[in-house]
């Protein structure tokens, strides 16, 4: 699985962005996907993430009402809507794939469950 992010860059607190990830290799609709983040000096965390049988989808406290993943089955790319941004969202952002399911929380919202990785695209939110 290759995963190409896209869509990062500057903008101000209050703002909006919207990161694209393309796939190829496989079916988005077959494999599990999740957004992670890293910001400097600090931990890849946990995002968003869609399962691929249902997707149901789950959020991070620091993104529930502020931001969206969706997929686009047909493009085969995943998507993330980022709303109402703030400073403390600045990071790299990551789309990552796992082969599996996973149906609980602590697995599918840990970075080392998901076998593959884009490269990342940078957000940054000014104050």
């Known amino acids: 699985v290759q995963l190409v992010e896209s869509g990062g860059g500057l903008v101000q607190a209050g703002g909006s962005l919207r990161l694209s990830c393309a796939a190829s290799g496989r079916t988005l609709s077959t494999i599990r996907m999740g957004w992670f983040r890293q910001a400097p000096g600090k931990e890849r965390e946990f995002v968003a993430t869609i399962r691929s049988s249902d997707a149901n989808t789950d959020y991070a406290d620091s993104a529930k009402g502020r931001f969206t993943i969706s997929r686009d089955n047909a493009k085969n790319t995943l998507y993330l809507q980022m709303n109402n941004l703030k400073p403390e969202d600045t990071a790299v952002y990551y789309c990552?794939?796992?082969?599996?399911?996973?149906?609980?929380?602590?697995?599918?919202?840990?970075?080392?469950?998901?076998?593959?990785w884009g490269q990342g695209t940078q957000v940054t939110v000014s104050s």
């Open positions: 990552a794939a796992s082969e599996n399911a996973y149906y609980f929380r602590s697995y599918y919202s840990a970075a080392s469950r998901y076998e593959y």
